[in-house]
């Protein structure tokens, strides 16, 4: 059984940094693809991206590409999520999942999710 708890997350203003971490265990975790994922309020889960085993990572969401990277430490089964540049649209819920598959942005196919951590951006 995989398990995923997220932290990081904050109230921070707009321009900031953020690094939210995954934190995973469970047999051959090393092995699954890990996805990022958010829920704004009031709006539908969207995918962030996606890391794979081998720290290869598909970004998904256009309004955070160049201001977010995902990265993973095999080492300590930890995956990260450097979020800079924070506007008050990146504000939401911020997951992270697993799956024993390919990449994919579709979060009704990644089988173990954390809890969430939230991410509040002022203006």
């Known amino acids: 059984q995989v398990q995923l708890v997220e932290s990081g997350g904050g109230l921070v203003q707009t321009g900031a940094s953020l690094r939210l971490s995954c934190a995973g265990s469970?047999?051959?975790?090393?092995?699954?693809?890990v996805g990022w994922f958010r829920q704004p309020p009031g709006k539908e889960r969207e995918a962030i991206a996606s890391?794979?085993?081998?720290?290869?990572?598909?970004y998904y969401l256009d309004s955070v590409k160049g201001r977010f990277i995902a990265s993973r430490d095999n080492a300590n089964n930890i995956l990260y999520l450097q979020m800079n540049s924070l506007k008050p649209e990146d504000t939401a819920v911020y997951y992270c999942?697993?799956?024993?598959?390919?990449?994919?942005?579709?979060?009704?196919?990644?089988?173990?999710w954390g809890r969430g951590t939230q991410v509040t951006v002022s203006s």
């Open positions: 999942a697993a799956r024993a598959a390919e990449h994919t942005r579709n979060p009704a196919v990644y089988e173990y």
């Open positions: 469970g047999p051959r975790f090393s092995d699954y693809t």
């Open positions: 890391t794979g085993w081998s720290g290869f990572t598909q």
